[in-house]
């Protein structure tokens, strides 16, 4: 099996889907982490262990008559950099399976919202994800799985400890949901401190898209459980739901409130930032990821019509280093990139403000002054 | 036979030497001996073993002093048979090596877990083949108490049919392979 298919575009089909919470939620994510009793952890096992582990997984996983989907099957090791870099910025695989030089592999089913990681941390991880807020769906599909493989494998489950994790903060569950949320009002007000500060209270974390170290980034946040162990699998979910309404209603509360109040410099705020994404000509991550947000927003409001979301989750994922250069097809250098970066959004954006009078113009040409 | 030191007491203990290939027998008595040397104490507690004999011959029990450490051992000191992992590596590493360390540093997780999670005790699903184990356990459990009710009622008869559905229970319980106690 070829991963040219899986690199090609940078939102699979079943991120194309439009329902009440789409003007906030972007995606829902469950993962399952497990391991197989009678083997060391990834952390300390010989290659041999590895190997041993990734047979018992990979022939559990295409050899079930319980799973309907097939998996390609693919090992990190033959992978190029950046084929890697683009599963990581596709939430396909984590930037520590990418990492991998001997050990580790990855199943996808077609649509890509079910990714399998072996040998990461731990042994398995069942990573399933679906378009919006739709957490029992996403966990329904992970439970289905790991129903399917725990009889094929001998899973390290202990009655007090539940399922075996390489890190302590797996045990029990194993199971981590994620809602990857855009929040652009409730940071600009100031309330996402706030906010982060509850949640951590609640056992739950919040982190940016685009990895550490980026929580503001495009005012996107995940927000995750903490604890897996002490609480069931539908005590988790249904805190992490939850806490997401209520994080929901605030954002429309607040997009509201600022809509009353300043209509005005929001719309031009968001225009500016459409100007920009149509015009420039150089774009740092930072700024390109600021403008999305703020021309999402204006889409979300209706305060722009003619671009889809899609097309702007598709820019989100896009415009990361892996893609730019997939896109490019070359490596580029930092200040490269942020030439094509600018480039390929204005390309991605242009189609869908054509018909707008307020933009005009018959081509990219028509642009330079 | 007369200590050859103190020259009072009666020797009780030999002590052979060897130097330059020619063998020399001392006769103390234990006061003396013990003065000479201090791994006479040692002799009594039989079998000693080479290391033991040489640390007291040099004046440092230390095997002594392990064995008094690891008695009331931190769990720093215990170490996984299966991966090598000490409880300190775990606390510098943040993860364990393998599924075994859960089962070598089980006294000192709850602790851990009462920190860190909602608790140390897992309530949630289980794969299939331990879950008919754990609804076993539990009604032999709940059996167990029936039983323990009836006895103190004096309902002999009753106790003894329960205790015959128990034991059944752990034997179908042996047969799946599941830990009885």
Aim: hydrophobic content about 35%.
């Amino acid at each position: 099996m070829m991963i040219e298919p899986f690199l090609e575009s940078a939102t699979p089909v079943w991120m194309h889907v439009e329902d009440d919470y789409s003007d906030i939620v972007i995606s829902t994510r469950i993962r399952l982490a497990r391991n197989l009793d009678g083997y060391r952890f990834p952390l300390v096992f010989s290659e041999d262990e590895a190997l041993q582990v990734e047979q018992a997984v990979t022939h559990a996983i295409q050899d079930s008559s319980k799973l309907l989907e097939r998996y390609s099957y693919f090992a990190i090791k033959d992978l190029t950099p950046l084929q890697r870099q683009i599963l990581v910025e596709k939430h396909l695989i984590s930037p520590q399976l990418a990492k991998k030089e001997l050990v580790g592999s990855m199943l996808l089913s077609e649509d890509e919202s079910i990714s399998i990681m072996v040998n990461e941390e731990d042994h398995l991880r069942i990573q399933c994800m679906t378009a919006s807020f739709q957490l029992q769906k996403a966990y329904e599909q992970a439970n289905k799985i790991d129903r399917a493989l725990e009889g094929a494998l001998p899973y390290a489950f202990r009655d007090n400890f539940g399922y075996l994790t390489s890190c302590p903060t797996n045990i029990g569950t194993g199971l981590r949901a994620s809602v990857m949320m855009h929040l652009p009002v409730l940071t600009l007000t100031g309330q996402m401190n706030q906010i982060i500060n509850a949640m951590t209270r609640l056992g739950m974390t919040v982190r940016g898209i685009y990895g550490e170290g980026s929580e503001n980034l495009g005012n996107v946040y995940q927000v995750s459980n903490q604890i897996t162990l002490g609480k069931t699998e539908d005590d988790i979910l249904a805190d992490i739901q939850s806490v997401a309404e209520k994080i929901i209603q605030k954002e429309r509360q607040a997009r509201g409130k600022l809509m009353d109040k300043a209509e005005l410099a929001l719309e031009d705020r968001i225009y500016r930032a459409l100007g920009t994404l149509t015009h420039a000509r150089i774009l740092t991550s930072e700024e390109a990821a600021t403008c999305l947000s703020n021309v999402r927003l204006g889409v979300d409001l209706k305060l722009i019509d003619g671009i889809k979301a899609a097309t702007l989750n598709e820019c989100i994922v896009c415009m990361q280093p892996g893609f730019l250069q997939h896109y490019a097809g070359e490596a580029l250098p930092p200040s490269e990139r942020d030439r094509v970066r600018a480039k390929m959004l204005r390309e991605a954006l242009f189609q869908e403000t054509l018909s707008k009078p307020t933009i005009g113009g018959k081509g990219e040409d028509s642009y330079d002054v | 036979m007369i200590c050859e030191h103190c020259k009072q007491r009666n020797a009780t203990v030999t002590v052979t030497q060897v130097q330059n290939s020619q063998k020399m027998e001392h006769h103390y008595c234990d006061v003396c001996a013990s003065q000479f040397h201090p791994f006479h104490a040692e002799f009594k507690q039989e079998p000693v073993s080479i290391q033991q004999l040489l640390s007291n011959w040099f004046g440092s029990p230390t095997w002594q002093q392990k064995v008094g450490e690891k008695q009331q051992a931190p769990p720093q000191q215990q170490t996984c048979t299966y991966c090598g992992f000490t409880y300190k590596r775990f606390l510098k590493e943040g993860k364990f090596g393998c599924p075994s360390c859960y089962d070598t540093f089980a006294e000192h997780l709850p602790k851990l877990f009462n920190r860190i999670q909602a608790g140390p005790q897992h309530i949630g699903k289980m794969p299939g083949a331990h879950s008919n184990v754990y609804v076993v356990k539990k009604q032999i459990e709940d059996i167990r108490k029936r039983m323990k009710d009836a006895v103190d009622e004096e309902q002999f008869e009753e106790a003894a049919k329960l205790r015959d559905e128990a034991k059944e229970l752990e034997n179908q319980l042996q047969f799946e392979g599941g830990d009885v106690s």
